[in-house]
């Protein structure tokens, strides 16, 4: 039996994080406002790109601030949506009918399983940013934002359909990291007047 050898050089999804003015760039580098959306959707939910291509219409709901997803192994689940997020999910929803799909393409079909690649890939390179970038990468960057912003981790897993031993495990740096920003930032605290020695 033959084994694959494996490249070495190459990153993989999860070692490439974006930056809020690198997210920015390659937005503007979309070739056309449905990749824009599908690109700001995956940074602004974490979710995985066959989530939103099968999201609907009426799969967001405003009052709640919730996106629920229905694809892939962990099956259905409700997104909770932060303030720009839901502004964002609601001008997608405008003036729709509730059956149609939240992301559509350019010519208002569905997105299917690969047709992102390319175009992501070209917005990358237009964007000036790594090759070895794609769509998912913006799932780990929402994670990882998410885990430094202190969100409890069974939170972050549940909204994006992982658990949290996958979280602790993929994102043990960070997690380290952040360990004293943490217990500085959100254990309690308390300043008692010092008693003179008698």
């Known amino acids: 039996m033959r084994f694959v050898k494996p490249f070495h050089g190459v990153s993989k999804p999860r070692d490439i994080r974006y930056t809020d003015e690198e997210v920015r760039r390659l937005v503007d580098s979309a070739g056309d406002v449905a ?3 599908l690109i700001t959707g995956a940074y602004l939910t974490g979710a995985r790109y066959g989530e939103l291509a099968e999201a609907r219409v009426s799969y967001f709901d405003a009052r709640t601030k919730t996106l629920r997803v229905n694809v892939g192994k962990t099956g259905t689940r409700t997104i909770i949506l932060q303030t720009s ?3 964002f999910c609601k001008s997608l929803a405008a003036e729709r009918a ?3 799909f939240l992301f559509v393409r350019s010519d208002g079909s569905r997105w299917k399983r690969s047709d992102q690649t390319r175009p992501i890939k070209d917005a990358l390179k237009k964007a000036g940013l790594s ?10 960057t929402y994670v990882s934002y998410a885990i430094e912003g202190g969100v409890p981790l069974n939170i972050i897993a549940d909204n994006c359909g992982t658990s949290v031993r996958m979280i602790e495990k993929t994102y043990a ?4 990291e952040k360990r004293r920003d943490f217990i500085e930032h959100g254990a309690p605290t308390f300043n008692p007047k010092m008693q003179p020695l008698s």
């Open 35 to 37: 990749l824009a959306n």
């Open 85 to 87: 997020a839901v502004n």
């Open 98 to 100: 509730t059956n149609e």
């Open 131 to 140: 090759p070895d970038g794609s769509l998912y990468a913006l799932r780990h």
């Open 173 to 176: 740096k960070i997690l380290a």
